[in-house]
């Protein structure tokens, strides 16, 4: 799939633009603070609806405004859409396709996809186990239209079911108000348990791969899933059971969560750990083998949307050129190659070297604005 066009009104410092894209790297380079990152999150905004980074959506309208505006003209193998989103302040997203508003984002979602890459991923290996829930539950995302309503409702539950903890010390109260939360976080928990199993299945055998091309057959990359609920390892069990056996622990477990006023299972406590020839790479991986990490989980998530939805994402590079070394760079622009559209932002036009060049169309961007300049000058 390919952005033939995006429009940015109000978002961010932009106050208006049009950009047209109709090369497979798309640059934006510029100094710091100029807007290079927001034109990427406008996109994954138009891909999600949601910001990779801000948490509050007011922060992504213009300064002094009362709203902004994205509109993307995306053109698929067989399909060509019109994506527009209106975000007014105080409002709910105002959302069409083709011209005919959406009432809900499902639809919505299943038009663009989109994978970024940005510094901060580093954080996938070393950082908490939140960051890379939130890594599993982004892909998920982009591949099961139902996953974000289980997440919704999982973290409702669990949040009606941590303030009872913490507010009734009364057990046999309790036994009277948990069920019916119990019930719920079983249910969705369940099933983003369920889910989360066979993503990381599938992306375990195509991050293994990639990482042993990365390191040119040196390195064995190993991912292993280390969910909350063990008894989910047992493929014979069905989802039924397997609800059976969340509910046990969840009563089991009472004593010990009243003491700690919180839920102390369920997949809010989930975790990933990376294994690097059988050592951990959160403890043992030098820099580089945790950006090589990085790298093949985030090319592996290309290569599992792309067998999903049978055409693959674009590809978001924020600010992580300079980090990456030839070889490693060779092999993202080997993506362009298999048809991957990759925008890129980098501080220097001489973070843009050789073939990447060749390839790309350059916006100089400077405060807010974003400048067309023809490749190779
Ligand atoms: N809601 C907003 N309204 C107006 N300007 C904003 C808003 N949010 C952020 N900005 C401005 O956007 C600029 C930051 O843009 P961006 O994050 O895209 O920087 P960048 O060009 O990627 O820089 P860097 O290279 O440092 O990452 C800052 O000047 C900031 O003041």
Redesign the pocket.
Known sequence: MQLKELYVKNF??YPGQSLNFNKPIILFF??????????L?AIYYLATGKSHRAHREK?????ETSGFYLKGELKKENSEYTLEILQRKGHGKELKINGLPQSNLRNFLKSLNVVIFSPEDLMLIKGTPDNRRRFLDQEINQVDYNYDFYLKNYNKALKQRNKLLKTCQNKSMLKYYLPPWDEQIAKYGVKITLRRKKIIHQIKLLSRLIYRKITNQREDLELKYIPSLESILNDNLKEDEFIDYFLQGLSNNLDNDLLKKSTSIGPHRDDIEFYINGNNARNYGSQGQQRSTVLALKMAELEMIKGEKGEYPILLL??VLSELDRARRKHLLNLTEARVQTFV?G?SRDDFKGDMLKKAQIYK?YE?EAVNEDAGD
């Open positions: 961010r410092n510029g100094e710091n603070a100029q807007g290079k990152t927001n034109l999150e922060e992504l309208i213009r300064w924020d600010d932002t501080t961007i807010g």
